[in-house]
């Protein structure tokens, strides 16, 4: 099954990369963005759905500083369509 | 006494931390797919980017075979020294608190930093007086300390907190100006400062040679 893991910063946790992107967005014209965050995404196909938890915990994500989110692509088959939440 | 200094592969500062060991003991490499620690007094996880530091500095280092008998010998009591990217392994391996974030300005750094000693009475500050003054460069950009307040609280008070910069000095946006930090039972230290590469008066300072000389003498001599 493919399946998508988003990590992300958490809450609290200084971002410089979003900073910078929030400060660069005004001087390219786009007024009225903020709080932008910046983290990472994997993508990846799995035998066994219900390991993702534990995969993200031990290696994929530090739970210290990193939220992250498990988004399961029931059926799709990677062609960039929006994915079934 | 005989230091164990790691190779990973992308490793890079492995063989000035092999040199800066050999001015007070006996030293060799210790490679990364290996499970035996060749019955070393102390090991050092050097600098570098150990596995291309992918996903994240240390995330995939830590899994290593060696990494394992480190974390036993570590439980054990064994003395261990994490330096930069070394610090940032034993951070994910657990064997130390906290995690290191990418520096608040986001570029890499190298310059020479100051900084204090918190505690002197640790295997790695034995050789100083708190409150000394220790020059060594730092060169990162992800060195950021960070760890929760309440766990900031607790190591304080507990004497975890060993290095910080000195007012005004700290180049990276470290939480408290934490520059290195030991685990609750004072036996595993990380710093972000590189003092392997600041133990020999032809190359400038030389603030880094106390931490080697502090284990080199904190390690009883075999019978």
Not at chain 1, 43 to 66: F, G, H, R
Not at chain 2, 196 to 219: K, M, N, Q, Y
Request: proline letters at 8%.
């Amino acid at each position: 099954m493919k399946a998508r893991v988003l990590i992300r910063p958490k809450e609290g946790i200084l971002d410089p990369q979003g900073q910078t992107v929030e400060r660069a967005l005004p001087a390219l014209g786009f007024e009225g963005a903020a709080h932008v965050r910046i983290g990472r995404l994997v993508e990846l196909e799995v035998d066994d759905p219900s390991q993702l938890p534990a995969m993200c915990e031990k290696l994929l994500a530090n739970p210290l500083i990193e939220d992250y989110e498990v988004q399961l692509l029931e059926g799709e088959r990677g062609n960039g369509s929006d994915p079934a939440r | 006494m005989k230091f164990g200094v790691v190779r990973f592969p992308g490793s890079c500062d492995e063989v000035d931390a092999l040199r800066a060991c050999r001015r007070f003991g006996d030293a060799e490499l210790l490679w990364h797919a290996d499970r035996d620690l060749r019955q070393v007094d102390a090991v050092v996880v050097p600098g570098g980017f150990s596995y291309g530091d992918y996903l994240r500095p240390g995330a995939i280092a830590r899994f290593s075979p060696l990494m394992e008998a480190v974390a036993e010998f570590a439980r054990d009591g064994g003395p261990v020294l994490g330096i930069c990217n070394g610090f940032q392994v034993l951070c994910e391996a657990h064997l130390l608190p906290g995690a290191l974030l990418p520096n608040t300005g986001l570029r890499f750094l190298f310059r020479q930093v100051e900084v204090v000693v918190e505690n002197s009475r640790t295997p790695f500050t034995r050789a100083c007086a708190r409150a000394d003054l220790l020059s060594i460069p730092v060169k990162h950009t992800t060195g950021r300390y960070y760890a929760p307040d309440e766990e900031l609280d607790r190591m304080e008070e507990a004497g975890q907190v060993v290095l910080r910069y000195a007012p005004g000095e700290n180049p990276n946006g470290s939480v408290r100006d934490v520059a290195g930090i030991t685990n609750a039972a004072g036996n595993v230290m990380g710093l972000m400062p590189h003092p392997e590469h600041a133990v020999d008066p032809l190359r400038g300072p030389t603030g880094g040679a106390a931490i080697f000389s502090s284990l080199a003498s904190s390690v009883p001599v075999a019978a």
